[in-house]
């Protein structure tokens, strides 16, 4: 039998979460860029998250790929032409001479508190690029 102290510890957790949730944007849903050119990606989070921030990058039918933790901290194997920065609600992801592989959607999750959040912005490539 489930003790009633249990269920009212997940119904608190339940309205924690839904009521305490940090809201993440990014505007707009998406940015077209040229090779070799400069793309960056804003992130904006409702309240102070630190540097609780990181950045992925996910092409369709693939697993996300982490790219910078801790806000700046770029991840092992990622090239030093991404960058990220900021602190606290407002954020940034630099990728510098942008190459046809970098077009993918990009993802900037916070892990200040549960339930973790997220939000993504797509570089697309520029039509010249899409031709055969």
Known sequence: ??????????FY???QASHGEIVMT?????????P???ATISCTASEDIGNALDWYKQKPGERPQ???YGAT?????VPDRITGSGYGSSFKLTIREVSEDDAANYHCIQRKKFPLTQCFRVIQKPSSVLRN
């Not at 901290?73 to 194997?77: D, Q, S």
């Open 73 to 77: 901290k770029r991840y092992t194997g």
């Open 13 to 15: 957790l339940f309205v």
């Open 36 to 38: 070799g050119e400069t």
């Open 26 to 34: 990014q505007t707009p849903g998406y940015i077209s860029v040229s």
């Open 66 to 68: 982490l790219l910078i």
């Open 1 to 10: 039998m489930v003790s009633l102290r249990y269920l009212l510890s997940v």
